[in-house]
């Protein structure tokens, strides 16, 4: 038996497949390779290149490799973009569920981790972000998301397949220097790519109601994510009760004006960003607590924001 890791070539989703590794699990990844990269999963794992929306492919995939469950992580996952290409982030964050939900059902592959995120909520006026706290989604991806977690509980109601999503904010760090953020969009690998070109990073906004003026948000460990996605893993398949949702924050969170500080500490290159205006819709702060995966996840924040900061620039510095 085995567990599927859909999207197991991209940065969160390698280190997935890592840590399923480390416990002995066996594991096959399948990813159409639109934003991961092959060199990010072992050739000692199996490897499928293909889409999400393709049930035939992941069904047939799933009887190949007697698949017992899924972790779902594939998907288009940029917010802002989403906004100019809602089709697109519909089509391969729902209907690629679907597809998914589909397939799982004529394999009879029973329990499934979905990686959903923060942007459910949107906006929100509340100190600390729980599990029970509106969703208001302000983006096609945040939207695509939360129709992710109903098209799985709904599913779940039908057949009943075990299940958990489980929704993080800013994934940080690396777990092994191979494996590190590529995209665009991403804080770290934009400062980074900026200071690598000699050019001055930028803060959007500095006059927030927070304690040093820049925005508050919630950042965790690549590694310590990954982790929590195999207990979730380990749980669903030993038959355990888990809640439908699972928030993966740090309790505190950190502003942009520390993590700017964190970088210049980390990487020894002195410069004071440029300010500029707030983007529009930006909060002052969203950080979520994670008592509720401390309780059924172990889930634990192991790495410090210096950790987080220190093990993406090395592996970012190894490439």
Known sequence: MSWLVTGGAGYIGSHVVRAFA???????VVDDLSSGHREFVSPDVAFVDGSIVDTALLAETMRTHAVEGVVHLAGFKYAGVSVDRPLHTYTQNVTGTVSLLEAMAATGAGSLVFSSSAATFGTVDVPLVTEETPTHPESPYGESKLIGEWVIRDQARATGLRHTSLRYFNVVGSGSDDLYDTSPHNLLPIVFE??????????????FDTPDGTCVRDYVHVADLARAHVVAAQRLAAGEELLPVYNLGSGE???????MAAIRAVTGIDFTPEEGPRRPGDPARIVATGEAAALDLGW????TLEDMVRSAWQARSSH
């Open 194 to 207: 900026k200071l690598l070109a000699g050019e001055t990073p930028r803060v959007n906004g500095t006059d």
């Open 22 to 28: 480390e416990t002995g699990l066996d594991v096959v």
């Open 253 to 259: 969170g950190a502003s942009v004006a520390e993590i």
């Open 300 to 303: 634990e924040m192991r790495h």
